[in-house]
């Protein structure tokens, strides 16, 4: 079965720190561009980071840079979100994405929350 199982979300107070998982299966996930999007009720799905299927090219979105950090494990087919110094802005629900270098085919998670108040 081919899926996408994010997981890690929850509240958090401003300030703190989470970290995503998204685990792969049932694909070659070696041959994806993954990324992380999170989407605020009534705005549209926002890119969050990308890696590439190596790990060598990374991007941000500028609203993240220098809080947020993007890995992958290729023998766990697993990217990862790490999120600091959370702001209540940041509250989202936050979905994966994994798309094929060759034919593009892409898979989406079902996303996981991320609350983030006092």
């Known amino acids: 079965q081919t899926q996408l199982v994010e997981s890690g979300g929850g509240w958090v107070q401003p300030g703190g720190s989470l970290r995503l998982s998204c685990e792969a299966s049932g694909f070659a996930f070696r041959e994806c561009t993954m990324s992380w999007y999170r989407q605020i009720p009534g705005k549209e799905r926002e890119l969050v980071a990308s890696i590439s299927n190596s790990g060598n090219s990374i991007t941000y979105a500028d609203f993240v840079k220098g809080r947020f950090t993007i890995s992958r494990d290729n023998a766990k087919n697993t990217v990862y979100l790490r999120m600091n110094s959370l702001k209540p802005e940041d509250t989202a629900v936050y979905s994966c994405?994994?798309?094929?270098?060759?034919?593009?085919?892409?898979?989406w998670g079902q996303g996981t929350q991320v609350t983030v108040s006092s």
């Open positions: 994405k994994a798309v094929f270098i060759r034919t593009k085919y892409t898979y």
